[in-house]
């Protein structure tokens, strides 16, 4: 493939922007400047750099985002910042979108990716991913809240009650929560429908992947494939 297209492929701008930076002598291969646009490379897991910065050659784009709190999950963020501000700009030019939505207040496990396939699979909620939230809430979490959530809440606008697929007490005023839906505000509403609020929101695991504990809030990071792996790797429901 032609270190034009490959660079375009890869989010670093039009093929028109991507030919300048190659004749302006930014673009390095095995650490020798490439200055003809249309020389070619074998792109699988090739490895250059554009500007000093070093670069894979990806495919698709699966990412893992740490968002925090105070983002929306929006191109057009209408009273916070997008989280899109915390990638890099390659990656939102290449369309990389949110699978699924977390709240602006709600942390977490956020997944991305510029597939479209991938990307309905894992938003659906025929699919019933298990989703681990941990939760902090207004007032003290007692058994009869667990034994709520677990049987099922009546929340507006659903034909029937919706249950926990589980739900344990870590705290005095906190719990772990897992759910297999992706209905809007799907937690809180729960959480108000058994008599108590959620004061703080955050999602730890998607289906069978794990927020990982040294990834801050704000970072991003590529999955491979035993993260994918790691992804599908639940039991699920028949």
Same mark, same amino acid.
């Given at each position: 493939?032609?270190?034009?297209?490959?660079? $375009?492929?890869q989010?670093f &701008?039009? #093929?028109?922007?991507c =030919?300048a930076?190659?004749?302006? &002598?930014?673009?390095?291969?095995?650490?020798? /400047?490439?200055?003809?646009?249309a020389?070619?490379?074998?792109?699988?897991?090739?490895?250059?750099?554009?500007?000093?910065?070093?670069?894979?050659?990806?495919?698709k784009?699966?990412?893992?985002?740490?968002?925090?709190?105070?983002?929306?999950?929006? =191109?057009?963020?209408?009273?916070?910042?997008?989280?899109f501000?915390?990638?890099?700009?390659?990656? +939102?030019?290449?369309?990389?979108?949110?699978?699924?939505?977390?709240?602006?207040? @709600? /942390?977490?496990?956020?997944?991305?990716?510029?597939?479209?396939?991938?990307? $309905?699979?894992?938003?659906?909620?025929?699919?019933? @991913?298990?989703?681990?939230?941990?939760?902090? /809430?207004? $007032?003290?979490?007692?058994?009869?809240?667990?034994?709520?959530?677990?049987? &099922?809440?009546?929340?507006?606008?659903?034909?029937?009650?919706?249950?926990?697929?589980?739900?344990?007490? /870590? &705290?005095? =005023?906190?719990?772990r929560? @897992?759910?297999t839906?992706?209905?809007y505000?799907?937690?809180? #509403?729960?959480? %108000?429908? +058994?008599?108590?609020?959620?004061?703080?929101?955050?999602?730890?695991?998607?289906?069978?992947? %794990?927020?990982?504990?040294?990834?801050?809030?704000?970072?991003?990071?590529?999955?491979?494939?035993?993260d994918?792996? =790691?992804?599908? %790797?639940?039991?699920?429901?028949?």
């Amino acid at each position: 493939m032609q270190i034009e297209r490959i660079l $375009h492929s890869q989010g670093f &701008g039009s #093929r028109k922007e991507c =030919r300048a930076l190659i004749r302006a &002598g930014l673009v390095a291969v095995a650490g020798r /400047t490439v200055d003809n646009p249309a020389e070619d490379f074998a792109p699988a897991g090739l490895e250059f750099s554009v500007d000093g910065e070093a670069w894979t050659y990806r495919e698709k784009a699966f990412l893992m985002l740490h968002k925090p709190a105070g983002y929306e999950c929006s =191109r057009q963020p209408q009273f916070h910042p997008s989280v899109f501000a915390l990638l890099p700009d390659m990656l +939102a030019n290449r369309d990389v979108q949110c699978v699924g939505r977390l709240d602006q207040d @709600t /942390t977490g496990l956020l997944l991305l990716a510029d597939d479209g396939q991938f990307i $309905h699979r894992w938003s659906s909620g025929k699919k019933r @991913t298990p989703k681990v939230y941990e939760v902090t /809430t207004s $007032h003290p979490v007692d058994d009869a809240l667990i034994a709520a959530l677990l049987k &099922g809440v009546e929340l507006v606008d659903e034909p029937a009650p919706i249950a926990a697929a589980a739900c344990v007490k /870590t &705290g005095e =005023r906190s719990l772990r929560l @897992t759910i297999t839906e992706g209905k809007y505000h799907q937690v809180k #509403r729960m959480l %108000a429908a +058994a008599g108590n609020h959620v004061k703080a929101l955050h999602r730890s695991v998607v289906g069978g992947l %794990a927020l990982p504990a040294d990834l801050a809030a704000g970072e991003w990071c590529w999955l491979d494939d035993a993260d994918l792996d =790691r992804l599908s %790797a639940y039991p699920e429901e028949a």
